[in-house]
């Protein structure tokens, strides 16, 4: 790419095709008071030594949770990532950023996708997986649009206490796609399962439902489902993936479409991204699944081979049939997943779960007992993240204790007024009791 700045010449040329005399009048429509009307105050330029320095001294100023004790969650959790997923995906067959199409994409690359769908079937309980979309709330809305296609319904439901950024990206989908979004309430941490039922009909599409939700909470899947189902809906859950070591699997549990974020399954925090979209679903609605599917096949000679077997996006099929243009996949990212669960297996990931969640029931129990600290939704079950209501300053709290080296949660108030009081705590398998014991004094003395 040329930075040469544009000619006089160039300019005018330019000026000449868009029908403007002067950047003057180019630029009229911008109100006075917002235009600058000095030059750029940029330094003069440096040497590369001082340029280094300085970027360098830059970056210092970020700190990574690995510098403190970390109980930062809500939706990206600080768990343990074994040295052979960085060792193996850091190989350079697989670090690009760019997603291999059929012809280019070689037969390594489209197994490792096949395995990392088994494995996404295995954890969510469901017969198909896609090969990754972007992020865990782009699957959810994704999922939601599935639905819609599948059912040839409009309306969608989504319970209050799902994570805000998927609310969000489904708010985005919702305008475009001129779909109707109806928000259900819940009530102590969980969806408010009366009011739920009192808004489905035979319009409904779709209702998403977190587990644990965005408070941590674990939701009544087993009830839920078969009344969403009931009204001819399809019930779309979102997991965290980690949960299946020690919860039932939505898919046993009746779900239709199981989506969730990956970035606990061998991704590092890295500053919001980018992360993994997991989307699984049964086997009846593999054609109105988005994104790519890999299947295995044999050729002429019997011999087994792998390939993309299904893209239902519109440069393959009729736009009008397409469920979706997503078309690409978080290739990189589903490559590290794919070795972080072989290489914890069944049994590791069970171990993982059954750790955060001990350690989180540990952690919210000895909070409950300081003075000025209680559980904000103290009858829901919850898996590894809690949120704790205090009767003190939470933005105060949560400076003291950084200034002891700890991160001690969320603050909820950004995510609505009546949770000013309140943040939330996860707790992963790397937490140990004594870091444990460190939050709970330093809760105390904040």
Known sequence: MRYTQITEKQERAMLEDIGARSIEELFSTIPSALRLKTSLKIPAGVSELEL?????SLASRNHPCSEAVCFLGAGAYDHFIPTVVDALAAQTEFVTAYTPYQAEASQGILQLFYEFQTMVCQITGMDVANASLYEGATAAAEAMMMASSITRRNRLIVPDNVHPDILSVLRTYEREREQEMVIAPSKDGLVDESALGDLLDDSTAAVLVQSPNFFGCVEQLDRMIPKIQACGALAVVSM?????????SPGALGADIVVAEGQALGVPLQYGGPWLGLMATREAHL?????RIVGMTRDSEGRRGFCLALQTREQHIKRERATSNVCTNQGLLAVRASIYLAAMGRQGIAEVARQSFDKAHYAAAEIAKLDGFSLRFPQAPFFKEFAVRTTKNVKNV??????RGILAGVPLARFGERYSDTFLVAVTEKRTRQEIDQLVAALKAA
């Not at 054609?287 to 994104?291: D, F, S, T």
């Not at 949560?398 to 200034?403: A, D, S, V």
């Open 52 to 56: 280094l320095r300085d970027v360098e």
């Open 398 to 403: 949560i400076e003291k204790c950084r200034e």
């Open 240 to 248: 965290d993936p980690i949960s299946s070591g020690v919860l039932k």
């Open 287 to 291: 054609r109105k699944m988005p994104g």
